[in-house]
């Protein structure tokens, strides 16, 4: 499974940007996929999440702001980002979990992308 992340740069604060994540390879039985993210000196932190019903969970400084979501039939995950703040500034790194028939599932992890939010 391969994932690759796309759509960050460089934005103003209060502006948007979404960013994408494709998932390719053997992609049977992906279920949970999320976004993190680190930013510099801090530590890595759960962004988003969703299932692959669609049920979502947000970190509670984006709550209100990002949007997840998710497309199955492209294998691509999103994440919108309206109202950013310099404080979002990090790289994104998308992870997807392959459900095992036996055992806990496997994260796999996209290589990041940097979004960079001026002030």
């Known amino acids: 499974v391969q994932l690759q992340a796309s759509g960050g740069g460089l934005v103003q604060a209060g502006g948007s940007l979404r960013i994408s994540c494709a998932v390719s390879?053997?992609?049977?039985?992906?279920?949970?996929m999320g976004w993190y993210r680190q930013a510099p000196g801090k530590r890595h932190e759960l962004v988003a999440m969703?299932?692959?019903?669609?049920?979502?969970d947000y970190s509670d400084s984006v709550k209100g702001r990002f949007t997840i979501s998710r497309d199955n039939a492209k294998n691509t995950q999103y994440l919108q980002m309206n109202s950013l703040k310099p404080e979002d500034t990090g790289v994104y790194y998308c992870?997807?979990?392959?459900?095992?028939?036996?055992?806990?599932?496997?994260?796999?992890w996209g290589q990041g992308t940097l979004v960079t939010v001026s002030s």
């Open positions: 992870n997807a979990d392959q459900v095992q028939r036996w055992g806990p599932p496997v994260r796999y």
């Open positions: 969703i299932s692959s019903g669609g049920s979502t």
């Open positions: 390879g053997s992609i049977m039985s992906i279920g949970v």
